[in-house]
């Protein structure tokens, strides 16, 4: 069901995933917060918000934890030993591919008493985790921060394809992908293509058709279905009719 920020997850739940964008500290520059009121500003820096996001992570007690924007000195530094001191454990994500300039990625964490870790695997745009709970059950959690330009509805698409396609080589029982996903859930290439195993040709994003390429990115396997409740199917249209 649907909750509201700021609250503890539902007790009776199976399992609880909060996926939280925490803001790269190197992107919160002047030009690009420049709407931001110069008394709230303040706010907006590292170590007032680094307590104001573990204090909401604790208030809301999730099995697991997908961040994204995790800057790689911070996730050291800051973010694992405070997260730790909660009762998780967590892995950064770690792509050989990943160019100097950009100081972030994706973090995941779980309760360290529920979990362990089997396996770990890194694409450009996604840390995949595979996690065993208490009864052996493998869960695979796909952690994404898909291509940010509103143009590249194809590029996101491959980024998912080859995150399931990462995924379906290990031993798992059940997948949860959560993120960022930089595209409009209720009419997008992604949301299609998570939703039906491929992208139908006709699909709109940003208001613009889909290039035809994406509907050649081959399709995925699983039969997936959205965490949101019915009440919100007018803003996750394409998830909620993948379940049906």
């Not at 396996?119 to 450009?124: A, I, K, M, N």
């Not at 330009?149 to 996101?156: E, F, I, K, L, N």
């Amino acid at each position: 069901s649907h909750v509201a920020r700021s609250c503890k997850l539902p007790a009776g739940a199976d399992l609880t995933v909060l996926s939280w964008n925490i803001l790269a500290p190197a992107w919160t520059d002047p030009i690009r917060y420049a709407h931001v009121a110069h008394e709230a500003a303040a706010v907006l820096h590292w170590p007032a918000r680094l307590p104001r996001i573990i204090e909401e992570i604790e208030r809301s007690a999730p099995d697991i934890i997908c961040l994204q924007e995790v800057e790689f000195a911070l996730f050291e530094e800051d973010v694992m030993p405070a997260l730790v001191s909660l009762g998780y454990f967590g892995v950064m994500q770690n792509d050989p591919k990943r160019s100097s300039d950009h100081p972030a990625g994706n973090a995941t964490f779980w309760r360290d008493d529920n979990f362990r870790l089997q396996t770990e695997s890194s694409r450009s745009r996604t840390l995949t985790t595979v996690l065993s709970d208490i009864s052996n059950r493998n869960i695979a959690v796909v952690n994404c921060h898909l291509e940010g330009d509103p143009r590249q509805a194809v590029t996101r698409v491959k980024q998912l394809q080859s995150a399931l396609r990462q995924a379906s080589a290990a031993d798992h029982h059940a997948l949860i992908i959560a993120g960022d996903f930089n595209c409009d859930l209720r009419s997008s290439a992604s949301a299609a293509f998570l939703a039906f195993g491929s992208v139908p040709i006709g699909v709109q994003e940003w208001g613009h058709d889909v290039p035809p390429a994406a509907s050649e990115v081959p399709a995925h396997g699983y039969s997936l279905s959205s965490a949101y409740s019915p009440e919100l199917a007018d803003e996750f249209s394409f998830t909620i009719r993948g379940s049906s």
